[in-house]
């Protein structure tokens, strides 16, 4: 089927936190599958786009309709329709659209305000800890040798190793917890759980990504060493617009000032700010500037 170019509001309503028409609406929403059929039509047809555009759209969404998407997904935590439900905990709609925008700067912003339109972002990491152990939990045992039997793999595997490596990013690049030689807001009991489930994980047999993310989240979780407190710290700066100028080639540290409208990124000087506006050498801020009530 020969979609046409996706806007942020396709994702909206693919999720159904917005109403309207659209053409990646492959089934009527009636059970969570139906919901996740329609997200991946709209990713399939994302990634057809350069870089930048999909970067314009994912921020556009980002900024309009964030706050909405994570309350449903700190309230829906088992849907009541679809198969396999207990499946659904983690792989779900709004696991797939957080997914693909994660790494924005929106995200980071949405996690750090203190609006209370973004109180939802405030137990995202608990959220998603909690149910990447109750996906865990709901799928074992699984062998670790012989080998899984053939499709197992993506439908168990493949998503855990995705939760898995966005909670350690995440992790990383948003909180401070980890610095202050806190763990993260788990109850004890999940926290634990986890763990067990990281250290299984990490001896899975011929899935050596998955070995090395549930190595890197469990010593997030567990270490309190200096070594750890510098790893977040480096993280978290690859992917904070506000550590150096956002006029690409410039290299300035000090005295930064935000975008007064999206807040996501930084200039040493109002000159470079007006020059990466419409920039021709690099992906321009303009498409991905959005003011946003978070």
Request: glycine share 4%.
């Amino acid at each position: 089927m020969d979609f046409p170019v996706p806007i942020a509001e396709d994702l909206a309503i693919a999720l159904g936190i917005a109403q309207g028409e659209s053409a990646f609406i492959l089934k009527p929403h009636v059970v969570e599958n139906d919901r996740i059929t329609n997200v991946n039509a709209f990713v399939s047809r994302l990634a057809h786009l350069p870089k930048p555009e999909q970067d314009a759209i994912l921020s556009e969404f980002s900024a309009k309709y964030l706050p909405a998407m994570m309350d449903r997904w700190a309230t829906d935590l088992l849907p009541t329709t679809g198969f396999p439900r207990e499946y659904f905990v983690l792989v779900n709609g709004y696991f797939w659209a957080v997914r693909i925008i994660y790494r924005l700067p929106y995200f980071g912003k949405f996690l750090m305000s203190k609006e209370p339109i973004a109180a939802p972002g405030k137990h995202f990491v608990t959220s998603l800890g909690a149910r990447l152990t109750l996906f865990g939990l709901f799928h074992l045992p699984l062998p670790t040798e012989p080998p899984l039997q053939e499709g197992i793999e993506d439908f168990y595997l493949h998503p855990v190793f995705l939760a898995v490596t966005m909670l350690a990013t995440i992790l990383c690049m948003s909180s401070k917890r980890i610095e202050r030689g806190k763990r993260v807001d788990i109850s004890n009991e999940v926290l634990n759980s986890l763990l067990s489930l990281l250290d299984a994980w990490r001896n899975q047999r011929g899935h050596q990504d998955l070995a090395d993310a549930s190595n890197q989240l469990h010593w997030l979780l567990s270490s309190r060493s200096d070594d750890t407190r510098q790893c977040s710290r480096a993280m978290r700066k690859f992917y904070d617009n506000s550590s150096q100028c956002g006029l690409p080639g410039c290299e300035e540290t000090e005295n930064l000032k935000a975008c007064a409208r999206c807040l996501t990124v930084y200039y040493c000087c109002p000159e470079h700010q007006r020059a990466h506006w419409n920039s021709k050498e690099s992906p321009p801020h303009k498409p991905v500037c959005f003011q946003t009530a978070y």
